[in-house]
């Protein structure tokens, strides 16, 4: 397979869009997410996103091939949730190996087949790695400030039985996504650093933060450019942005990222901001009007969709990607 830093360098890949938009267009009920593996589960499972893989991934993999149809040269593996600390929350997190595993096998099916179909055009599963409902920076208790929910030894352990099942299962990538609190992100680096020297085999990271409101900060209070310099000891693929912010809001902030970093660049931002009801309204095409000055000032290589965003979304981006050239990854400023 053709290196994804080579194609990096010659034009803008496209990600994938939201996996939850997608999942809740089949109308799923309890019974769909037990199946007849989990129907005596003594905890309600409705909402489990990623148990998904397991008992019904005829449904992912028709998600993953309605990305890759509309252009996606990466997907994302259904694992967002994919950690004992995530799972804990359905008591299920004795199958958290398997459930990533499983996982990157249904997206590995779904990228080789479209791989198959275009040689020139190969496709690649990132296991996604997201930020888990834990922070490991601020205390849940306004009562105590020196709480913390969790510790950064807990996290590392259950970073690395995620990145072991990802990898297993085939991920060519993998994606620290949804950041948030950038202790979080460390554990994760730190995690995939101990599976890489355990395996003796190394994948590309990427890592994706999300800026949580106007001030421009991550949740546990960085700018985007001390977000960078605090991961950019892991020898990043890419680092970027995704999530809370729509298109137009995440500008000023990747523009600081470009600005500074010596690793590719990528951007998922939701399909603008949510309404009263918890939807997002943003069509293709506003959308696409937004992530094309994205492209046109050249601050990013990696482009695609978080919350809200379809395949409709995906395909309007891909065509406009395709009109320009990918950001050149330089020597930073910091060097």
Same mark, same amino acid.
């Given at each position: 397979?053709?290196?994804? *830093?080579? %194609?990096?360098? *010659?034009?803008?890949?496209i990600?994938?869009?939201?996996?939850?938009?997608?999942?809740?267009?089949?109308? &799923?009920e309890e #019974?769909?997410?037990?199946?007849?593996r989990?129907?005596?589960?003594?905890?309600?499972?409705?909402?489990? $996103?990623?148990l =998904?893989s397991?008992?019904r991934?005829?449904?992912?993999?028709? !998600?993953? *091939?309605?990305?890759l149809e509309?252009?996606?040269?990466?997907?994302?593996?259904?694992?967002?949730s994919?950690?004992?600390?995530?799972q804990?929350?359905?008591k299920l997190?004795?199958i958290?190996?398997? &459930? $990533?595993?499983?996982s990157?096998k249904?997206?590995?099916k779904a990228?080789?087949?479209?791989t198959a179909?275009?040689?020139n055009?190969?496709?690649f599963?990132?296991?996604?790695m997201g930020?888990?409902?834990?922070?490991?920076s601020?205390?849940?208790?306004?009562?105590?400030?020196?709480f913390?929910?969790i510790?950064?030894?807990?996290?590392?352990?259950?970073?690395?039985q995620q990145?072991?099942?990802? !990898?297993?299962?085939?991920?060519?990538?993998? &994606?620290v996504e949804?950041v948030?609190?950038t =202790?979080?992100? #460390?554990?994760?680096l730190?995690?995939?650093?101990?599976?890489y020297?355990e !395996?003796? *085999?190394e994948?590309?990271?990427?890592?994706s933060g999300? !800026?949580t409101?106007?001030?421009?900060?991550? =949740?546990?209070?960085?700018t985007?450019?001390?977000?960078?310099i605090?991961?950019s000891h892991?020898d990043?693929?890419?680092?970027? =942005?995704?999530?809370?912010?729509?298109? #137009?809001d995440m500008?000023?902030y %990747?523009?600081? &990222?470009?600005n500074?970093a010596?690793?590719?660049?990528?951007?998922?931002p939701?399909?603008?901001?949510?309404?009263?009801?918890?939807?997002?309204?943003?069509?293709p095409?506003q959308?696409?009007?937004?992530v094309?000055?994205?492209?046109?000032?050249?601050?990013i290589n990696i482009?695609g969709?978080c919350?809200?965003t379809?395949p409709?979304?995906i395909?309007?981006?891909?065509?406009?990607a395709?009109?320009?050239?990918p950001? #050149?990854?330089?020597?930073?400023?910091?060097?």
């Amino acid at each position: 397979m053709i290196d994804i *830093k080579e %194609l990096l360098e *010659k034009r803008i890949l496209i990600l994938d869009g939201a996996m939850g938009t997608m999942i809740q267009r089949y109308h &799923l009920e309890e #019974k769909d997410f037990r199946g007849d593996r989990f129907k005596d589960h003594p905890h309600d499972l409705q909402g489990n $996103n990623d148990l =998904l893989s397991i008992v019904r991934p005829d449904i992912i993999e028709a !998600i993953h *091939k309605a990305y890759l149809e509309a252009g996606s040269d990466i997907v994302e593996t259904n694992t967002f949730s994919g950690t004992t600390i995530a799972q804990a929350d359905y008591k299920l997190e004795h199958i958290v190996y398997e &459930l $990533n595993y499983e996982s990157a096998k249904v997206a590995r099916k779904a990228c080789d087949e479209y791989t198959a179909m275009d040689s020139n055009k190969p496709r690649f599963v990132a296991g996604a790695m997201g930020p888990t409902n834990r922070t490991a920076s601020i205390s849940p208790d306004v009562n105590n400030p020196g709480f913390r929910a969790i510790t950064f030894d807990e996290l590392v352990v259950a970073y690395a039985q995620q990145a072991k099942g990802l !990898i297993d299962g085939g991920a060519d990538i993998l &994606l620290v996504e949804t950041v948030f609190d950038t =202790l979080n992100c #460390k554990a994760a680096l730190f995690a995939i650093r101990q599976v890489y020297d355990e !395996i003796g *085999k190394e994948l590309p990271i990427m890592v994706s933060g999300t !800026i949580t409101d106007a001030s421009g900060r991550t =949740l546990s209070g960085q700018t985007a450019e001390a977000f960078y310099i605090s991961v950019s000891h892991a020898d990043l693929l890419s680092v970027g =942005l995704n999530c809370a912010l729509g298109a #137009k809001d995440m500008r000023p902030y %990747l523009e600081a &990222l470009s600005n500074i970093a010596t690793c590719f660049i990528s951007a998922y931002p939701n399909a603008g901001l949510p309404n009263e009801f918890g939807q997002y309204d943003e069509s293709p095409e506003q959308m696409g009007a937004q992530v094309e000055e994205f492209c046109s000032s050249g601050f990013i290589n990696i482009l695609g969709g978080c919350c809200g965003t379809t395949p409709d979304h995906i395909k309007v981006m891909a065509d406009i990607a395709g009109k320009y050239e990918p950001r #050149k990854k330089y020597t930073s400023v910091l060097s």
